[in-house]
């Protein structure tokens, strides 16, 4: 293709992406740099149905006067960053300094915040990325087997998970998974241990949260599979048939080395997603138990009686970026090596 | 909290039928935007508002949930997005904090004339909100269990434990305590209640410096852990609505719980004659010797956007005036422990009230009491789990919040 009509193609989505996608995160970059204006304090009298109280107020005035001056903040530079409720280097510096042993360490770092949601976040990808894939593969195989007159309505009910909005899809199976819900109450029947509840402790609650992931995005990689499925080319599976084949072998040399690219990019869109979990937390109520990258922005701009921490917000929101993008390298060089290859 | 970002109905769109009847209320030109919580209360305000709406006037209302989340956002704009809004000791912190919220005095002057003087919230001089009711989380109990137990109505925290006890050793229930220690903003307030039903200061004197790493913080957490040895296994979970529920069906016979739901819990619906009939209302019980209600009080009021037009406010105004009259408030009595003048007392607001007698603690209106409150409730879980001792928890919240206090400008 030539470059100009390459360049009159491209340009309206390059444009796009450059206003709605890359301006905004140089936005929350610069965001992240600054904390708020030294606040001006004053004492003044408060009073009210229950009293008057002599107590600390905001001088707004004073703090507006120098929020003209400078609209974004004072500068902190990587401050927030490296701050106790981020990667806290100083609390490391300490840990390292202080810790008894390698289980010491660990637990000082795994008790700070940043950390913490991290462990779970890295733990909820690795398992339920895997774990979606080999399980929408064996359903797209499965359902490509099926006679012709139920292949509709099974994929239909196969997709279920997926079209149902996460939010609600969590909060009806955490309403299901009470220990006076249908779910909750047959485990409790099953494992014969009336106090067994899914939402006590942190096992458990994690074990919830990632096979509510898996649940609901195996019909993703099904439907990709299943389309794959469909341009496997017949010739050199009659032939392997031929051959001799069994059909796991059929399946290990012949399906899924057709599959593979399909297969790297539902990892690539897999690992984008689980690296972002959010709405089961909130649905399950789980973060007591289980916090991730997403929900501690989340709480930054929510938590708080509307004492919003927008450079919080922004520093985890960058640092969640950098981790996606350690994530998907590995997977992305491997593919630009294979076609330069192929080239 | 409600986690769930509810964006309710407009109210305006419920009430359609009812808002022609009387319109103008005095509102010459001008449109108020109401943002309120969405409660029996807010509901009751927000339909006699509304009222108000036709003629030269426009009045809405939008009652949700999460609408202490977007206080400060609709406030900042300019014009602002809603007028006026629904505000408490602590979000009021937060509007002002960022200079949001206009004086109200030249409007009380001119139509404020049936404001009573309590209602008043005076920061500096200057009035700031209109409260329309009070509110704090107080007990609840079970009169029959208790009796059943052959315990007597527990006027302490250590009370609570011990006919905890008794219910559990008669087999009567096995979970007898329920608590709102949804981890989060819910934790963070039952930490508050119990550290100052215990004395305890957040801060040091006149100083943004954190001050609860101290013998009243572990007594504080230790007592909160007590409590939840009688609680279902999940109570991390538990929000307010989660406790009413577990109240409705008969599954606990103590809990401390917001005045604002004693209504809701007495009203005939969604639950039995036997279990409403014996639920009865205390002050909140005091702890470890305390003399005051471990609890804090909470008035509700309206405060209008510095940013909205004189004629905006004042339309915004009226119609507050309108929703929380005295007539609103005699034809919804039980609905609230109203401040407005010519409310009779509800007999299931006895709670707030014998709270409020006792001498309980206002919620604390600092700048920077917000910051406390989240670092409070993001960190205490991992101590009610039992995965670390309470000085370590102390620190941690402490340490959280000076991280975010920082960010902020406090310190």
Request: aromatic share 10%; with cysteine; net charge negative.
């Amino acid at each position: 293709m030539p470059h100009r009509t390459f360049i009159s193609f491209i340009w309206p989505s390059a444009l796009a992406m450059m206003l709605f996608i890359a301006l905004p995160i140089v936005s929350v970059a610069v965001q992240s740099m600054f904390i708020a204006h030294e606040q001006v304090i004053e004492t003044v009298e408060n009073c009210g149905p229950f009293g008057c109280k002599t107590v600390e107020v905001v001088n707004a005035e004073a703090t507006a006067r120098l929020r003209t001056d400078e609209p974004l903040g004072r500068f902190n530079g990587a401050g927030t960053y490296t701050n106790r409720n981020h990667l806290a280097f100083k609390e490391i510096g300490l840990a390292l300094a202080e810790a008894t042993g390698p289980v010491d360490f660990f637990g000082r770092i795994l008790n700070l915040p940043f950390y913490k949601a991290l462990a779970f976040t890295l733990t909820y990808t690795f398992i339920v990325t895997p774990l979606v894939i080999i399980l929408g593969f064996v359903i797209a195989l499965a359902v490509n087997r099926i006679p012709g007159m139920f292949k509709g309505p099974t994929i239909f009910f196969s997709l279920l998970p997926m079209i149902v909005t996460p939010l609600i899809g969590s909060l009806v199976l955490f309403w299901m998974i009470d220990s006076k819900g249908i779910i909750g109450a047959t485990l409790q029947f099953l494992f014969d241990n009336p106090d067994l509840s899914l939402k006590a402790s942190t096992t458990l609650t994690w074990l919830t949260l990632i096979v509510y992931g898996i649940w609901h995005s195996a019909p993703f990689a099904f439907v990709v599979f299943y389309a794959g499925l469909q341009t496997v080319p017949q010739d050199t599976l009659e032939s392997a048939m031929i051959d001799g084949a069994s059909r796991w072998q059929r399946v290990r040399h012949v399906v899924i080395p057709h599959l593979m690219p399909l297969a790297v990019f539902v990892t690539l869109i897999q690992l984008m997603d689980n690296f972002r979990v959010f709405e089961p937390i909130i649905g399950f109520n789980a973060q007591a138990n289980a916090t991730s990258l997403s929900w501690i922005i989340y709480n930054d701009l929510r938590g708080s009686d509307g004492a919003m921490l927008f450079g919080s917000a922004a520093a985890t929101s960058m640092l969640t970026i950098i981790g996606v993008c350690i994530l998907l390298a590995p997977v992305v060089l491997r593919t630009w090596r294979a076609n330069r290859r192929a080239a | 909290m409600n986690m769930v970002s509810k964006l309710s109905v407009s109210a305006a769109f419920v009430l359609a039928g009812a808002s022609t009847a009387y319109a103008g209320c005095g509102i010459a030109s001008g449109s108020a935007k109401l943002l309120a919580n969405d409660f029996p209360a807010t509901q009751a305000i927000a339909a006699a508002a509304t009222a108000c709406d036709g003629g030269g006037a426009s009045v809405t209302a939008n009652l949700n949930k999460d609408h202490k989340d977007l206080i400060v956002a609709a406030f900042t704009a300019n014009p602002p997005e809603f007028t006026a809004s629904h505000v408490t000791n602590s979000t009021l912190v937060a509007v002002m904090n960022d200079g949001l919220a206009q004086p109200l005095d030249g409007l009380i002057a001119k139509h404020g004339a049936g404001i009573q003087d309590m209602q008043k919230i005076t920061i500096d001089g200057k009035v700031m909100a209109v409260a329309f009711m009070a509110n704090a989380q107080h007990l609840f109990y079970r009169k029959d269990i208790l009796e059943a137990a052959g315990a007597g109505v527990p006027t302490t925290y250590e009370g609570v434990l011990a006919a905890a006890r008794k219910i559990r050793d008669k087999g009567l229930m096995e979970y007898p305590i329920a608590g709102t220690y949804k981890a989060g903003w819910n934790l963070g307030e039952e930490f508050v209640n119990m550290y100052l039903g215990h004395g305890g200061e957040f801060f040091k004197p006149g100083s943004a410096q954190p001050a609860i790493n101290n013998a009243k913080g572990v007594a504080t957490l230790n007592m909160m852990k007590a409590l939840t040895e009688y609680m279902n296994p999940d109570y991390l979970t538990h929000d307010s609505n989660a406790v009413q529920a577990e109240w409705e069906a008969g599954n606990v016979a103590m809990t401390n719980l917001w005045g604002s739901r004693a209504g809701a819990v007495t009203d005939g619906e969604g639950s039995t004659a036997e279990i409403e009939s014996n639920t009865m209302f205390a002050a909140a019980p005091t702890v470890s010797g305390g003399s005051i209600p471990a609890t804090t009080l909470w008035w509700d009021g309206f405060a209008i956007a510095k940013n909205a037009s004189a004629a905006d406010a004042e339309a915004s105004f009226l119609a507050v005036m309108n929703g929380i009259s005295p007539a609103m408030a005699t034809s919804n009595a039980d609905a609230a422990n109203w401040l407005i003048a010519g409310a009779k007392p509800r007999p299931v607001g006895k709670g707030v009230v014998e709270s409020a007698a006792g001498g309980a603690s206002p919620y604390p209106m600092l700048p920077y009491m917000g910051a406390m409150h989240g670092a409070i409730g993001a960190e205490l879980a991992d101590f009610l789990q039992g995965k670390e001792s309470a000085d370590q928890a102390l620190a941690d919240i402490e340490a959280a919040y000076v991280a975010a206090a920082t960010e902020k400008g406090f310190l």
